[in-house]
């Protein structure tokens, strides 16, 4: 098991902007009436690869010199065409492979808890819960919480459980946990590119400023108004698909490439890190690229709702705001 580094990994996410509300469920219909959210359907897709939308591959620019700095420099990228899941696995799907195969994931086999080499291995996952006072809660060191006993059955931790939320994404999967899924389906995971490809287009708000994904509204982090439809993640599908038929490419929840992460698209080092590297988390050995932005994005925050948004996580811990969708490419 690679080495896990708990705390580390948890200011990355934090200080990269991916920060999270601490609890999930529908806004009151009053708020939702007020946005155009869909009924949480989906389109049929094709009976080839069910659940599933094919992306005709193209050439595209890749990256901003516009937004964040490890967004850039912006560059001429191109992708073959794929298969790409129409939404983010669900609780659903991932506990049919769990039943299929017996997996456990890394939260429920346990994480080390600091970078001892004899720190116990404990069950748990990193949850958003803000403590403190109004001073404190300016810092993010006071937002995330190790917590013992949450994992993907139990998203906020040993009480709460994903009764009534199978068509929720599934979260706190590590990059083990969701490579492996794929892999039982004969798939993959996405590269950056392919995400960053599917995703052209999609918007926190549609043309007519109305909202098309799930993130923050109001102050971050201690008031989410839910404008959106949603406090929360949100089940998926409830937002329009983008132009190839795809939901939550943005917002929603981070979702996992296996692309190894840098801090710039033209990272000189690259043969010396061929796992990653994040200098936020210099001590990481594996650090791979999460796209997308989450629920939990906000305007005055994280603002990573955006195709070439990208952060750094350490392939050895998931999180409440974290999961993933897969690839065939073929």
């Known amino acids: 098991?690679?080495?896990?580094?708990?705390?580390?990994?948890?200011?990355?996410?934090?200080?990269?902007?991916?920060?999270c509300a601490w609890w999930s469920g529908r806004a009151p219909p009053a708020v939702a009436a007020q946005v155009h959210v869909q009924r949480c359907t989906l389109a049929p897709t094709g009976a080839e690869h069910?659940?599933?939308?094919?992306?005709?591959?193209?050439?595209?620019?890749?990256?901003?010199?516009?937004?964040?700095?490890?967004?850039?420099?912006?560059?001429?990228?191109?992708?073959?065409?794929?298969?790409?899941?129409?939404?983010?696995?669900?609780?659903?799907?991932?506990?049919?492979?769990?039943?299929?195969?017996?997996?456990?994931?890394?939260?429920?086999?346990?994480?080390?808890?600091?970078?001892?080499a004899d720190a116990p291995i404990v069950a748990g996952s990193a949850v958003f819960r803000p403590h403190g006072d109004a001073d404190a809660m300016r810092s993010f060191v006071n937002w995330w919480q190790f917590m013992e006993g949450a994992d993907w059955r139990h998203p906020d931790g040993p009480a709460s459980s994903i009764a009534g939320l199978e068509q929720y994404p599934v979260v706190h999967v590590a990059y083990e946990d969701a490579l492996a899924y794929a892999k039982w389906k004969g798939r993959s995971l996405p590269v950056e590119e392919q995400f960053e490809?599917?995703?052209?287009?999609?918007?926190?708000?549609?043309?007519?400023?109305?909202?098309?994904?799930?993130?923050?509204?109001?102050?971050?982090?201690?008031?989410?108004?839910?404008?959106?439809?949603?406090?929360?993640?949100?089940?998926?599908?409830?937002?329009?698909?983008?132009r190839f038929g795809l939901h939550d490419l943005i917002g929603n929840v981070w979702e996992w490439t296996t692309s190894p992460y840098y801090e710039r698209h033209d990272f000189a080092a690259r043969n010396a890190?061929?796992?990653?590297?994040?200098?936020?988390?210099?001590?990481?050995?594996?650090?791979?690229?999460?796209?997308?932005?989450?629920?939990?994005?906000?305007?005055?925050?994280?603002?990573?709702?955006?195709?070439?948004?990208?952060?750094?996580?350490?392939?050895?811990?998931?999180?409440?705001?974290?999961?993933?969708?897969?690839?065939?490419?073929?």
């Open 50 to 116: 069910p659940g599933m939308v094919w992306v005709p591959g193209g050439k595209f620019a890749m990256g901003t010199d516009a937004g964040f700095p490890e967004e850039g420099p912006a560059l001429q990228a191109e992708v073959a065409g794929f298969w790409m899941d129409q939404t983010e696995v669900t609780n659903a799907q991932f506990a049919a492979f769990v039943a299929a195969t017996g997996y456990r994931t890394l939260a429920e086999r346990g994480v080390r808890r600091s970078n001892a």
């Open 197 to 242: 490809f599917a995703a052209q287009g999609s918007a926190r708000k549609n043309s007519a400023g109305e909202y098309a994904a799930n993130t923050w509204q109001g102050s971050f982090p201690s008031l989410n108004t839910a404008v959106d439809g949603f406090a929360g993640a949100a089940p998926v599908g409830c937002y329009e698909a983008n």
């Open 1 to 19: 098991m690679q080495r896990q580094r708990v705390v580390l990994a948890l200011v990355a996410a934090a200080a990269a902007g991916a920060a």
């Open 273 to 330: 890190h061929p796992q990653g590297f994040d200098p936020t988390q210099p001590d990481e050995p594996a650090v791979a690229v999460l796209k997308g932005g989450s629920y939990l994005c906000s305007p005055d925050y994280c603002m990573r709702y955006r195709p070439e948004a990208r952060i750094g996580q350490s392939r050895g811990l998931g999180a409440s705001h974290i999961g993933f969708r897969t690839v065939l490419n073929r």
